[in-house]
């Protein structure tokens, strides 16, 4: 873990957040190549959810919530941790974190009795800060899917089995942040929530964890070391009928890298009055006298059914630190020599091509160097980096190190014969391709 926060702060992936003012414990930055690296995982995660199925639907909800979502759906009584205070030295942990329930800092056994402790942020809302004016910033992205049930039913025309995606940032106060960006208070989820009939949740299910494993092999992740972990039912969270989590073996240990759960219909029946009322549900939906029954009718036998809900839920930072941890290696070389490389698939590289000119000063390269850069760049394919630094070598060392799939060297042959020399990352051979062909050569690399 140490050598990733290293890599990460040297090479400009995370920053600890207000680093110059001694840092805000549970935040981090993402830096110059960390938000790139980022967004391909998200955008990896999105095509794959939404492009790639007619039956899935995006959104982008606000993050600002209704304490009344919060209160029906089990949040306000539920989403607490067990909290104990060290009476040595007042450090404070969550209980259930604490090995032979001893104080992590000191350990003293002299502990207060765990309470439980809420972990939603609450903020004001308008002019006038009072009891009745305040909502939470949502703790996770699934409730404004389940809020927006019905809008999406009604202006995308779905029928079961359908999902809604989302991807964005939910909060959660907790009380001891660990573990780089594993265990943090801002983050980002990528969440799916897939409807199902009544009956066909077990299946959908046991599907999508199968999806689930295959995705994130497909980003790299070695299926050793992501391990199946069938959650005891009495540790369900309060809306869950069997949750299965993909645990991965991050530097800390085997922890949680994405939960799937069946839901069944506990969310759109909490939101639902008289959810149980199935009757009243269909008299107030064929009415529209109401928005807030959220049902869908069954095509083919016209009566109105509350969905089950199978939710795929991943962290994009655990899944950062986890794309990390796999492609992070040091290679020995020649000579007793050693490389650092960061192996990773190059849809996620955070540079596509480096296109290096072999002499800084010397003009024809830099301006030949510059347009192969542009041109390349218009593919839009990603970052393609002008790498105008003089030192062939270190630029090659960078490069490996923070992941570049291809090195592209502009030296005065190319000035000559229009080719220049491509570098690949993970065998460091080397062969000479011309200008002309570059363009396809780099989408075969990268795609």
């Given at each position: 873990m140490d050598e990733?926060?290293?890599?990460?702060?040297?090479?400009?992936?995370?920053?600890?957040?207000?680093?110059?003012?001694?840092?805000?414990?549970?935040?981090?930055?993402?830096?110059?190549?960390?938000?790139?690296?980022?967004?391909?995982?998200?955008?990896?995660?999105w095509s794959s959810m939404v492009y790639e199925n007619d039956n899935i639907e995006g959104l982008d909800a606000s993050i600002l919530t209704n304490p009344l979502v919060l209160k029906h759906s089990g949040h306000e009584s539920t989403f607490s941790d067990p909290m104990v205070d060290c009476k040595k030295c007042q450090a404070r942990w969550r209980a259930d974190q604490l090995p032979d329930n001893k104080c992590l800092s000191c350990g003293s056994t002299d502990l207060t009795e765990p309470r439980p402790f809420n972990l939603m942020f609450k903020t004001n809302v308008g002019p006038v800060e009072s009891e009745d004016s305040f909502a939470y910033l949502r703790p996770e992205t699934a409730q404004q899917i389940f809020t927006n049930f019905k809008n999406v039913v009604d202006s995308s025309a779905k029928s079961?089995?359908?999902?809604?995606?989302?991807?964005?940032?939910a909060f959660r106060n907790e009380i001891t942040p660990r573990n780089f960006i594993f265990r943090v208070r801002e983050f980002e989820q990528m969440e799916l929530e897939y409807f199902v009939m009544p009956g066909e949740d077990e299946e959908c299910h046991d599907s999508w964890v199968e999806k689930r494993l295959d995705w994130w092999e497909k980003q790299g992740l070695s299926r050793s070391k992501v391990k199946l972990?069938?959650?005891?039912?009495?540790?369900?969270?309060?809306?869950?009928?069997?949750?299965?989590?993909?645990?991965?073996?991050?530097?800390?240990?085997?922890?949680?890298?994405?939960?799937?759960?069946?839901?069944?219909?506990?969310?759109?029946?909490?939101?639902?009055?008289?959810?149980?009322?199935?009757?009243l549900v269909a008299k107030v939906m064929e009415n529209k006298s109401s928005n807030s029954k959220l049902a869908i009718q069954d095509l083919k036998t016209n009566k109105w059914v509350v969905p089950f809900v199978i939710e795929?839920?991943?962290?994009?930072?655990?899944?950062?630190?986890?794309?990390?941890?796999?492609?992070?290696?040091?290679?020995?070389?020649?000579?007793?020599?050693?490389?650092?490389?960061?192996?990773?698939?190059?849809?996620?590289?955070?540079?596509?091509?480096?296109?290096?000119?072999?002499?800084?000063?010397?003009?024809e390269i830099v301006n030949l160097s510059s347009k192969i850069k542009n041109k390349l760049q218009k593919l839009n394919v990603?970052?393609?980096?002008?790498?105008?630094?003089?030192?062939?070598?270190?630029?090659?060392?960078?490069?490996?190190?923070?992941?570049?799939?291809?090195?592209?060297?502009?030296?005065?042959?190319?000035?000559?014969?229009?080719?220049?020399?491509?570098?690949?990352?993970?065998?460091?051979?080397?062969?000479?391709?011309?200008?002309?062909?570059?363009?396809?050569?780099?989408?075969?690399?990268?795609?």
């Amino acid at each position: 873990m140490d050598e990733l926060v290293a890599l990460c702060k040297r090479r400009g992936f995370i920053f600890q957040s207000n680093e110059i003012y001694g840092g805000l414990q549970g935040s981090y930055d993402y830096g110059p190549l960390g938000v790139e690296l980022k967004n391909n995982i998200k955008s990896a995660w999105w095509s794959s959810m939404v492009y790639e199925n007619d039956n899935i639907e995006g959104l982008d909800a606000s993050i600002l919530t209704n304490p009344l979502v919060l209160k029906h759906s089990g949040h306000e009584s539920t989403f607490s941790d067990p909290m104990v205070d060290c009476k040595k030295c007042q450090a404070r942990w969550r209980a259930d974190q604490l090995p032979d329930n001893k104080c992590l800092s000191c350990g003293s056994t002299d502990l207060t009795e765990p309470r439980p402790f809420n972990l939603m942020f609450k903020t004001n809302v308008g002019p006038v800060e009072s009891e009745d004016s305040f909502a939470y910033l949502r703790p996770e992205t699934a409730q404004q899917i389940f809020t927006n049930f019905k809008n999406v039913v009604d202006s995308s025309a779905k029928s079961l089995p359908f999902g809604i995606a989302q991807i964005g940032k939910a909060f959660r106060n907790e009380i001891t942040p660990r573990n780089f960006i594993f265990r943090v208070r801002e983050f980002e989820q990528m969440e799916l929530e897939y409807f199902v009939m009544p009956g066909e949740d077990e299946e959908c299910h046991d599907s999508w964890v199968e999806k689930r494993l295959d995705w994130w092999e497909k980003q790299g992740l070695s299926r050793s070391k992501v391990k199946l972990y069938e959650v005891p039912d009495d540790e369900l969270a309060h809306y869950s009928k069997r949750t299965v989590d993909l645990m991965y073996e991050f530097p800390h240990g085997l922890e949680e890298l994405e939960g799937i759960a069946n839901r069944t219909d506990f969310d759109l029946g909490s939101h639902t009055k008289n959810q149980k009322d199935l009757d009243l549900v269909a008299k107030v939906m064929e009415n529209k006298s109401s928005n807030s029954k959220l049902a869908i009718q069954d095509l083919k036998t016209n009566k109105w059914v509350v969905p089950f809900v199978i939710e795929p839920s991943a962290g994009v930072d655990r899944g950062v630190l986890a794309i990390l941890n796999e492609a992070y290696n040091i290679e020995a070389l020649d000579g007793g020599k050693e490389r650092t490389v960061l192996s990773l698939k190059p849809h996620l590289s955070p540079i596509k091509a480096a296109v290096i000119p072999l002499k800084k000063n010397n003009q024809e390269i830099v301006n030949l160097s510059s347009k192969i850069k542009n041109k390349l760049q218009k593919l839009n394919v990603g970052r393609i980096l002008l790498e105008n630094t003089g030192n062939i070598g270190k630029g090659y060392r960078r490069h490996d190190e923070i992941g570049t799939p291809v090195c592209i060297t502009v030296d005065f042959e190319s000035l000559e014969d229009a080719s220049v020399t491509v570098r690949d990352r993970d065998t460091m051979k080397q062969e000479r391709v011309a200008i002309s062909d570059l363009e396809n050569f780099l989408i075969r690399k990268i795609s």
